[in-house]
């Protein structure tokens, strides 16, 4: 037990006011065994100091980060408009492919027939020209209908992203204002 | 002293009016003392770490009901106590807080099977911090770590401060036993 006039821990911990602290010096030059005592406080704080503090891992994140990342739609968009550009001029380029098929068809077609031939084969071979004729324009016409609603779903999707990247940015705007509300009145500091 | 072109207080004010930079700039100030709190007292770097981004988290959304800007420091440590005291209960439910201790080993706090403490002094101030009750860990790091007054001890506790010297002091006791013949021996 101390015979100090005032606890020696709240002295050390400097918890006890000027006065009170002044009395207890007073006491300690004079006191061996509180002397002691204050010595092994001593030790004991400073082989705590010896776990020194460690560094963060990590730095933590800012409440402001997460403004600065790129929308939903924009990171969906920046990933798949180039698939989506190569898929409409791959179609582009089948569909002028399929266009220039007729003419090479149609071409063997022009020379006149041979007078030897019969008139049934004459009439045969322009059947068949016909009726590859229509074929290959219902065929570009099929691929001209595709290209033209794949041309529509582009836009469709363009203009659904640009909705989304508004909205996005409508909602960032409205958590902005909420962060940058006047608060309640602070108190007064003490 | 480090000199401080602008003081804590003058950041917390803003930050309440909605300055995000100015609370970054608190968050830089605090986060390493934060992390070391909490590291001390879960025993656990990953732990450690998500809590103090979750205390800054919501030290922000809360910081309006800051009513003195000059109690910044004991409402933080509130938080990050609250914050680990409910990561303990959601833990182990059904144990007594009381009897509730850090992940580490008496090697010190371990992670990943890595010793933080590697010196024969560390080591023994890491078993003897780890034997004592969570309770009385928690007030020597906030004394002796952190350096709060009794006060403000309290009040990041919630408890009264003749409870907190209590804790402080039995801790004390015990760690003199077990550190200062090591100290004066001259381990380092």
């Known amino acids: 037990m101390s015979c100090s006039p005032f606890d020696l821990k709240d002295y050390f911990l400097k918890e006890l006011p ?14 061996q065994p509180c002397r002691e005592e204050l010595e ?28 600065f990342e790129p929308s939903r739609a924009r990171r969906w968009w920046t990933a798949w408009a180039p698939s989506l550009a190569f898929a409409t001029a791959a179609l582009a380029v089948v569909a002028m492919v399929m266009r220039t098929v007729p ?10 027939a041979p007078v030897v031939q019969t008139i049934s084969d004459a009439e045969i071979q322009s059947r068949i020209d016909a009726a590859v004729s229509k074929a290959v324009a219902a065929q570009t016409t099929e691929v001209k209908s595709l290209v033209a609603e794949l041309e529509n779903t582009r836009r469709g999707l363009r203009l659904a992203a640009a909705e989304y990247e508004l909205s996005q940015k409508r909602i960032g705007a409205v958590r902005l204002t909420a962060y940058s509300m006047p608060p309640e009145p602070l108190g007064e500091v003490k | ?4 072109a602008v003081e804590d207080a003058d950041l917390i004010r803003r930050a309440a009016r909605g300055g995000v930079e100015a609370f970054n700039l608190l968050v830089s100030r605090w986060d390493k003392r ?13 732990d450690a770490l998500d809590l103090t981004q979750d205390v800054f988290l919501k030290a922000y959304q809360n910081l309006r009901k800051l009513e003195d800007p000059a109690r910044f ?43 933080v403490f590697p010196m024969e002094l560390s080591l023994a101030v890491a078993g003897a911090l780890e034997r004592l009750s969570p309770d009385q860990r928690e007030a020597v790091v906030l004394k002796i770590y952190q350096g709060f007054k009794f006060e403000e001890m309290s009040e990041i506790l919630g ?11 039995t801790a004390l006791e015990l760690l003199k036993l077990e550190l200062a013949p090591v100290k004066a021996r001259g381990a380092s």
Not at chain 1, 43 to 53: E, G
Not at chain 1, 103 to 112: E, G, I, L, N, R
Not at chain 2, 91 to 110: H, K, Y
Not at chain 2, 162 to 169: A, G, H, I
């Open chain 2, 73 to 115: 420091s004991p409402w933080l440590y509130r938080i990050a106590h609250n914050e680990a005291y409910s990561m303990f209960r959601k833990r182990r439910p059904e144990a007594d807080l009381d009897s509730l201790e850090p992940e580490g080993t008496e090697t010190g706090i371990a992670v990943g099977g890595s010793s």
């Open chain 1, 103 to 112: 003419a090479t068809v149609s071409a063997p077609a022009a020379p006149p």
């Open chain 2, 34 to 46: 934060v992390y070391n709190y909490l590291l001390r007292i879960t025993g656990n770097r990953e």
């Open chain 1, 40 to 67: 092994r406080l001593r030790l004991t704080q400073a082989a705590l100091f010896s776990l020194r503090d460690e560094e963060i891992p990590q730095r933590i994140a800012f409440v402001s980060d997460k403004i």
């Open chain 1, 18 to 31: 000027e006065p009170e602290g002044r009395q207890v010096e007073a006491h300690v030059k004079t006191c």
């Open chain 2, 159 to 169: 408890c009264p401060v003749s409870t907190v010297k209590s804790r402080l002091y």
């Open chain 2, 1 to 4: 002293m480090i000199f401080r």
